[in-house]
């Protein structure tokens, strides 16, 4: 009889700054596992299509303006609506790979400043997600990030948000149940970020065991 392990699909996030490159990683990353034959899907956040991704792109447009809390739990309740299909389509043994995940939600709530919402406060609406079985940080210093050009003008892409997104980032990485956020040196090329996030990838996809939640 297959053994199930092998047959469930794996969760893979990429994360990182505005301008780390992300959309076309995951792009490639995409790409390269169709190419070998993985059944795969590419999803990001927010995803604006819904009525509350429509609601998330408002705000991040600057044309509504939304308490602190509320756009909070909104980006999360976005993640929840997907939930179970994203369960569904990895028990189906799809590799989904997803552009922005729990580290972004909490890391850019967190960066605002507000002593009430802490990095622990903005977490908690992540808790029993379905878990990445790996997340790649594509890192990229203030200096990269200042020679790829201009911000947009979305709320969130301005030096001192960015520099405080980067540094609540990392120190992510240092909670010890994080052990499945793997750092990538964003600030070289396209080709060799893509060749250092495939490796990690087919690794992950060799080890995949039954899907757990975030955890608190
Ligand atoms: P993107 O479409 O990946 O460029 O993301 C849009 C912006 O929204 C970007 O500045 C990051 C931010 N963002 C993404 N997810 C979340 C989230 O869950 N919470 C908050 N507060 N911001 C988020
Ligand atoms: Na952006
Ligand atoms: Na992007």
């Not at 396209?190 to 690794?203: C, K, N």
Request: glycine share 6%.
């Amino acid at each position: 009889m297959a053994d199930d392990k092998a047959n469930r699909g794996a969760l893979v996030v990429v994360e990182g700054l505005d301008r780390a490159g992300k959309s076309s990683q995951c792009e490639l990353l995409y790409r390269s596992l169709l190419d070998m034959n993985y059944k795969t899907k590419y999803i990001r956040f927010p995803d604006r299509s819904t009525p509350i991704g429509k609601q998330i792109d408002s705000y991040l447009r600057g044309q509504s303006q939304l308490d602190d809390h509320s756009i909070h739990l909104l980006f999360s309740a976005n993640r929840w609506e997907v939930a179970q299909s994203i369960h569904d389509d990895i028990n189906k043994g799809i590799t989904v790979i997803v552009d922005r995940y729990s580290f972004s939600g909490a890391v850019y709530t967190a960066a605002k400043g507000n002593p009430n919402l802490s990095l622990h406060w903005a977490w908690q609406p992540e808790v029993g997600l379905p878990r990445p079985d790996l997340c790649l940080f594509l890192s990229i210093s203030p200096e990269e990030a200042a020679k790829r050009g201009g911000y947009g003008v979305e709320r969130y892409e301005t030096d001192s948000m960015q520099t405080r997104v980067r540094n609540l980032f990392l120190s992510l990485l240092d909670l010890p149940h994080n052990d499945e956020i793997c750092v990538i040196d964003a600030g070289r090329s396209v080709a060799e970020v893509a060749q250092d996030i495939l490796e990690p990838v087919l690794e992950c996809m060799k080890n995949v065991d039954s899907i757990g939640p975030l955890k608190k």
